[in-house]
């Protein structure tokens, strides 16, 4: 089994940056990529960066493009979403999420975190 526990997250005025962290505890030796999801009111759950353990390679949805990061640490037992100039659209709560080996979807979730970008 994988743990995964996310923290940062707030209020933040328009234009403004937060970053968020999720760490994972258990089998992270079988994760093959790691990534966060949102979810706005009202609305279906969906990507917003994605990063594979092995070589690094990142995917963004496109609203993400050139405002949000994804990183991970070393260990690949903690990684990060930072975003930058957000919008009150980005206003969601966000999920991170790991997909196992030989899997097709994300199999472990955090239990998200409110980000709202607001005046």
């Known amino acids: 089994q994988l743990q995964l526990v996310e923290s940062g997250g707030g209020l933040v005025q328009p234009g403004g940056s937060l970053s968020l962290s999720c760490a994972a505890s258990?089998?992270?030796?079988?994760?093959?990529?790691m990534a966060w999801f949102r979810q706005g009111p009202g609305k279906d759950r969906e990507l917003v960066a994605a990063?594979?353990?092995?070589?690094?390679?990142?995917r963004y949805a496109d609203f993400a493009k050139g405002r949000f990061t994804i990183s991970a640490d070393n260990s690949k037992r903690s990684f990060h979403l930072q975003m930058d100039n957000l919008r009150p659209e980005h206003t969601a709560v966000y999920f991170c999420?790991?997909?196992?080996?030989?899997?097709?979807?994300?199999?472990?979730w955090g239990q998200g975190t409110q980000v709202t970008a607001s005046s």
């Open positions: 999420a790991d997909r196992e080996r030989g899997k097709d979807s994300y199999s472990y």
């Open positions: 258990g089998r992270t030796a079988f994760i093959s990529a």
């Open positions: 990063m594979l353990t092995h070589g690094g390679h990142t």
